[in-house]
């Protein structure tokens, strides 16, 4: 099976060049022109630019949370990334209570394998970080699994201390793992919700309060003190504060290997989405939730002078109102107070675009930079690259041929999120994906779906992480 991609622009995170792809047996076999088209499946992408697939580092695909489960699965959640251009993502294995790190990853190696329509990876977050635990690490790595996550958040049910927080990146570094950090303070968190809840402060606007700037701040500082203390590298999940952005500058500036991602919602969206009459706001609380406008120019700050490495989503959606024929419990859980909503928020089909509307037509960044954020440095930090990531010789051939001047229009009734709201209702984005392939294999061809379950494959990946 040989396809031939012709009078494209390839963009990629070092260099913007016309030339053909030639695609045998899902591998980029060569580059360059003058193919011959004997035999060959030929798609010209005249006027178009080809990049690299999205890979979202970020994700909770049918995620138990709070007495429910996020709405999309490993087969929804993968059609709505594929149309939104997103062809690989790593999402979050939990290991339960009392329980090994190699179980997590088997349950949710479980829940995707059938129904996988792109590729996947896992991360794994560590609840539990007792010493047979931590003596697992090694293990872990020979599964593919080379990044783990711990939370500094959630007291009580995930939120590990600072003394396991830095045993487990030691451990984790010795082993050519990477440590991820949920960096907010869960216990100025218990504490607050626990005063606001008896004031009865119980409208949405007050999840913002219990999660507000200087809680995520001071925890980001700390993790990158332990940094500094454990020489352990560490990639920080979801920046949402200015503060938090400059910690990692500063430290970052020191030469500490410390890695920033931030998620598209936290360029758009300040804490205003959660203050509006009724119920509304519900559909923003997420954690951390989105800051004040101040937060976000930083942010955007931190993508420019690459203080930022990643673009995620965090998507982990839940419905408006799960309470109709065939739904998960959703945010309706919420109604009566703030701390009852399901966290979470929906983005994995929007990303890509979004930031290619807001960054790239704008100027802001380059194209070449959004690639890097949304697929190369992904690919580079948590061991998939040259696999995936970039269009290259050798490469899975996971490919957006984007169409720069298409418009498009974000809409819940229109997008493939198993979810009935979305963020941006409304926003017209320029520039769209126009053909998605995942290892050659075309799976969106404007608006039709050619993707099928069981199709995606989980990818072991290496411990050659780069710390960028
Ligand atoms: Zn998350």
């Given at each position: ?262 998620c598209?919602q ?17 559909k923003y609380i997420c ?26 989503t965090d998507h982990c959606p839940f ?25 979470g928020v929906p983005g ?75 963020l ?45």
């Amino acid at each position: 099976m040989k396809t031939i991609i012709k009078n494209g622009k390839v963009i990629t995170a070092g260099d913007t060049i016309f030339q053909d792809i030639l695609i045998e047996d899902g591998i980029i076999k060569a580059l360059g022109k003058n193919f011959s088209e004997e035999g060959c499946e030929v798609i010209d992408a005249e006027g178009t630019y080809i990049l690299p697939g999205g890979i979202d580092p970020h994700t909770h695909l049918e995620m138990p949370f709070g007495g429910t489960v996020s709405s999309d699965d490993f087969y929804t959640g993968h059609k709505a990334a594929a149309f939104g251009g997103t062809t690989c993502h790593i999402d979050f294995a939990l290991q339960t209570k009392g329980d090994s790190l190699t179980n997590g990853i088997r349950t949710w190696k479980e829940k995707a394998k059938d129904k996988a329509a792109i590729d996947y990876s896992f991360h794994i977050a560590v609840t539990d970080p007792t010493e047979e635990t931590i003596e697992e690490i090694p293990a872990i790595v020979k599964e593919g699994v080379t990044s783990l996550k711990v939370f500094l958040a959630y007291k009580g049910v995930f939120q590990v201390d600072d003394t396991a927080f830095m045993q487990t990146m030691t451990k984790a570094a010795e082993n050519g793992m990477l440590t991820m950090v949920h960096a907010e303070n869960g216990d100025a968190i218990a504490l607050k919700t626990k005063e606001l809840l008896e004031e009865g402060k119980t409208d949405m606007k007050y999840h913002s309060e219990a999660h507000c700037e200087a809680i995520e701040a001071e925890a980001i500082n700390r993790a990158v003190s332990f940094v500094e203390i454990t020489k352990a590298p560490l990639y920080i999940v979801h920046i949402a504060s200015g503060n938090g952005v400059e910690a990692v500058r500063k430290g970052r500036r020191k030469g500490l290997p410390v890695m920033g991602e931030t998620c598209i919602q936290y360029l758009y969206i300040t804490d205003d989405a959660l203050d509006q009459p009724g119920f509304e706001g519900a559909k923003y609380i997420c954690s951390p939730p989105p800051k004040k406008e101040e937060d976000k120019k930083a942010i955007w700050e931190g993508l420019t002078d690459k203080t930022i490495q990643t673009m995620a989503t965090d998507h982990c959606p839940f419905w408006f109102d799960g309470t109709k024929e065939g739904r998960t419990p959703g945010k309706e859980l919420g109604k009566g107070s703030w701390d009852k909503v399901p966290n979470g928020v929906p983005g994995i089909e929007d990303r890509y675009p979004l930031l290619w509307d807001g960054a790239v037509n704008t100027g802001i960044i380059t194209p070449n930079r959004f690639v890097e954020l949304t697929s190369t440095n992904p690919a580079k930090i948590f061991g998939l690259y040259p696999k995936k990531g970039t269009i290259a010789v050798g490469s899975d051939a996971d490919i957006v041929i984007f169409d720069p001047e298409k418009k498009h229009t974000i809409e819940a009734s229109t997008h493939h999120m198993n979810v009935d709201y979305n963020l941006y209702e409304g926003m017209t984005v320029t520039g769209w994906p126009q053909k998605v392939m995942v290892r050659g294999k075309l799976l969106v061809d404007g608006d039709d779906w050619l993707g099928e379950a069981g199709f995606g494959e989980f990818v072991a990946r290496k411990t050659e992480n780069e710390i960028l």
